[in-house]
């Protein structure tokens, strides 16, 4: 989670808990051929979003807006470079949606 924007921090007082203004995904896998595959979303905190896709990032842009040492995946350059143009289908047999 990322917060930058202290305006909207409304549960400080009462609960001691600051807004998140934009959350974070990375999901690192293999494909069928073995070889490393990454997709990563950068999701800002409010209604309305539309489609995912318009907030995916390769991790090295994940690294470059929140901060490498938040990000933290080892992972290789070619990995962290990697930007798919969709996000992934759900994997056969997943029954959540």
Request: glycine letters at 8%; proline letters at 7%; aromatic letters at 10%.
């Amino acid at each position: 989670m990322v917060y930058s924007d202290p305006s909207n921090d409304y549960f400080v007082a009462s609960h001691g808990i600051r807004t998140p203004d934009y959350f974070w995904k990375t999901v690192v896998t293999t494909n069928a051929a073995g070889e490393t595959q990454a997709i990563s979303w950068y999701i800002p905190n409010q209604a309305g979003l539309g489609n995912l896709d318009a907030y995916i990032r390769g991790i090295n842009e994940l690294e470059a807006e929140v901060g490498a040492e938040n990000v933290n995946i080892p992972v290789s350059a070619s990995v962290k470079a990697q930007k798919p143009a969709v996000t992934w289908p759900k994997p056969s047999g997943c029954d959540l949606s």
